[in-house]
């Protein structure tokens, strides 16, 4: 029999990973959790109360604030989850360029941090999880079974990003969301509290080049010798 692990995913915005991570769990029966999706709740959270802007998040209100922040999956199974804000589901509102725009302030707040990196580790007790973020495999489970870094171009990357926002008809331009992900890229990798980094034993997934089915074949196959140990 094979056994239940631990996948973290991290990586770069926009790099794919959240395509891979549900077609792994999709394939292996496992629970997807998208913990980037737990950020953006809190920072709808903040935005509906104007504690935050493009350059300016009034960080206390927000500490004060998280016991009354409930954040919770729906599942839709397959894979596929919404995220519930205080029992309203925001899976729409949250996915918004004014909440990437503003998201990276609040996920650099070290409390904001402390209190979904708890829900987190509970949401993945026992394995047979696929988890997503920047700091997965180096903080919410270093002992994560498989550890995956995923890159790809930033030209690419910023190309499907835009592609998906205008499927969905939002109206922004690729100079907008280039900017973005530059931007988040920048906050991510180099803010004090858990940054983005890529652990020594992870591997590293470039799919600049690779369709969504090529990525999930290789990292199944890393899948199947870890489970077949
Ligand atoms: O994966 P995403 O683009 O939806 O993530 C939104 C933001 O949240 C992103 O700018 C980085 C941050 N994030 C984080 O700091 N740690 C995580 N585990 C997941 C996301």
Same mark, same amino acid.
């Given at each position: ?16 990973? #959240? ?15 998208? %913990? ?7 920072? +709808? ?7 935050? #802007?493009? *350059? ?9 604030? $998280? &016991? ?32 990437? *725009? ?7 707040? =070290? ?6 990196? =708890?829900?987190?580790?509970? $949401? ?13 495999? #180096?903080?919410?489970? &270093? $002992?994560? /079974? @498989? ?25 922004? %331009? +690729?100079? /907008?969301?280039?900017?973005? $992900? ?6 991510? #990798? *180099?803010?004090?509290?858990? &940054? @983005?980094?890529? %652990?020594?034993?992870?591997?590293? @997934?470039?799919?600049?080049? +690779?369709? &969504?089915?090529?990525? @999930? /074949? ?12």
């Amino acid at each position: 029999m094979s056994k239940e692990i631990t996948i973290a995913i991290d990586g770069w915005s926009s790099c794919g990973k #959240s395509t891979l991570a549900k077609a792994l769990a999709k394939e292996l029966d496992y629970i997807y959790v998208d %913990t980037g999706a737990m950020y953006r709740g809190v920072a +709808l959270y903040a935005m509906r109360q104007n504690w935050i #802007s493009r *350059n300016h998040s009034d960080v206390n209100r927000i500490i004060a604030a $998280l &016991p009354k922040i409930k954040i919770k999956f729906s599942n839709k199974g397959g894979g596929e989850a919404d995220l519930c804000l205080n029992g309203e589901n925001v899976e729409k509102e949250i996915r918004t360029i004014e909440v990437s *725009n503003v998201v990276s302030l609040i996920s650099r707040i =070290k409390e904001v941090r402390d209190y979904l990196v =708890k829900q987190q580790r509970i $949401l993945g007790i026992g394995g047979g999880v696929v988890m997503d973020g920047r700091d997965i495999g #180096s903080v919410v489970f &270093p $002992l994560a /079974e @498989l550890k995956l870094f995923v890159t790809a171009d930033p030209e690419i990357r910023a190309q499907r990003r835009y592609d998906e926002l205008i499927a969905k008809g939002d109206k922004v %331009t +690729l100079d /907008e969301v280039r900017a973005n $992900l530059q931007a988040r890229d920048e906050m991510d #990798s *180099n803010r004090e509290e858990s &940054p @983005l980094i890529q %652990t020594e034993d992870a591997i590293v @997934l470039d799919n600049s080049n +690779l369709t &969504p089915a090529e990525q @999930l /074949e290789k990292a199944l196959a890393l899948v199947n010798k870890i489970r077949k140990v």
